[in-house]
């Protein structure tokens, strides 16, 4: 997801925001096009400050609790764990230390000093009407928004400010929502942070490669737990029930079940089943809780930091054998993606199997494949599982890899292939792999002893379902993404 959050120079001090008003370019994700909107400041603290669209009935009161929360939680806890602080050159030769809030806003603004974040509330444009489209845009960061107007593409605008925008439809109606809203908005800092780090590390030919969508995706959903210290449910339980059933009725369901997961982000959704995505998010989010509880290591900070050309899985890879202070390392995304499918039916509790006993996440376990067909069209770094007495003899085919988990009489069927993108204009089904499956599933729910504790999720969970506003505009667009494989660089940092 993308969030905007702008702070332009002002008094510094947490009273309210004065009343001034300013214009805005937004994104309708429905449309693909941008507008503008007026908003008022209403407040603004020592690290930010925060506007609303004007006629969003967003008090004064309300935004104070964003400037408060944000100068004196959000930041901190963000701060801590991904960013970095470096000695930046100036092109005049001087050397300024920043850490990454503050050279994103040098680099936003044009300014050394003063760095404050802009936060917009607003009401985006995402199609979202409750019990037909329960998928909304929580909030985003544009990227674009750090370039001059001369810089950017044509049909794109820029407000020219280190900013994330936070949705209010829904999200404002009582306490729980605000809080929902201060999660979106560490996620968003983190896609900020992480595009900021691509300036300073991800540097080739003048070019800036921004890190994959899937790694961004996923130390924004870590930026979710370091923020609220708790398990993000709705992300947990889509993926134990591989899906939901929303409280109105509607059957909503995922594709985890046939080996949907983030490697290749959003290419199961289609106009007409927009759901999909949110095994993206779920799975993503496991994946990188998977990686902090198995590295012991401040795993995050060291992916966020990768330089050229490592803005990959190879970032992932080299971040964890960093962090790793025992067993072996990983020698290429086959093993690693191997032992994280694994945890994700066997779940030990002590190894690199499973997630090591956490309270919320020893009760994960993947869903078997459907019985039929036996054989199944997976992407890279997808993979199923399928239930038989005795190792079954499918021999391994191109990137198609089988293993037989005896203890609990599971075969595992995945794609190894580390590459999750195509060339534009080519179709990225081309990298779909044919895996056979048992066509069985365990009669019963599996629990064994020791290592082993599988048991099925129960729960229900309904929707409103938060998603990227780069994956409304494809479902709403007929496939259309705005993707950032490199961009030229922004501006020349000069000390004032």
Known sequence: MLAIVSCPNGNSGGGDGGGATKKFWAQNAVTNTFYQLEAEKLAEGSKCVVWAEKGSGVTAATAKKFTDEYDNNIYTKMINVFSWEENIQLTNGHFKKMNTMEYAHALATGSMYGAKLTILLLDIKDGYKKGENESYVAGYFWPYDFFPETNVPQGFKTNVLDMIYININPGFNNEAEIND???????????????????QYRINNNMIYPMDLWIDEGLSSAAEWVYSGKHSESRVEWFKNNGAITTDGNNITGKIDVG?????????????????????????????????????????????????????????????????????????????????????????????????????????????????????????????????????????TGKIKYEYLAGIKTLLTYNSNPLNYVSQGTNIDTLIENGATTGQKPSVNIIMSGNFDIKLGSSVISGPFPIGIGDVIRVNNNGNRIIFNSLPLIRALIDE
Not at 184 to 198: D, G, I, K, P, V
Request: aromatic share 16%; charged share 15%; net charge negative.
């Open 260 to 396: 949907n997961n983030f490697y290749v982000w959003n290419n199961r959704v289609s106009d007409s089943d927009p759901y999909p995505v949110l095994d993206d998010y779920a799975t993503v989010y496991l994946f990188f809780q998977w990686l902090r509880l198995q590295s012991g290591g401040d795993i995050y900070k060291e992916i966020i930091k990768s330089p050229y050309p490592n803005f990959d899985q190879q970032a992932v890879i080299n971040a964890f054998n960093a962090k790793k202070t025992s067993g072996s390392n990983y020698s290429n995304w086959e093993s690693m993606l191997r032992d994280w499918l694994v945890a994700n039916i066997a779940n030990s509790s002590s190894d690199r199997l499973g997630y090591l006993n956490d309270p919320t996440l020893k009760s994960i376990k993947a869903p078997y494949a459907p019985a039929t067909p036996t054989t199944l069209g997976l992407y890279p770094g997808e993979g199923v599982y399928s239930y038989n007495d005795t190792a079954p003899s499918f021999p391994d």
């Open 181 to 199: 809203a201060y999660k979106t908005l560490a996620h968003e800092m983190q896609h900020l942070m992480n595009f900021a780090s691509s300036v």
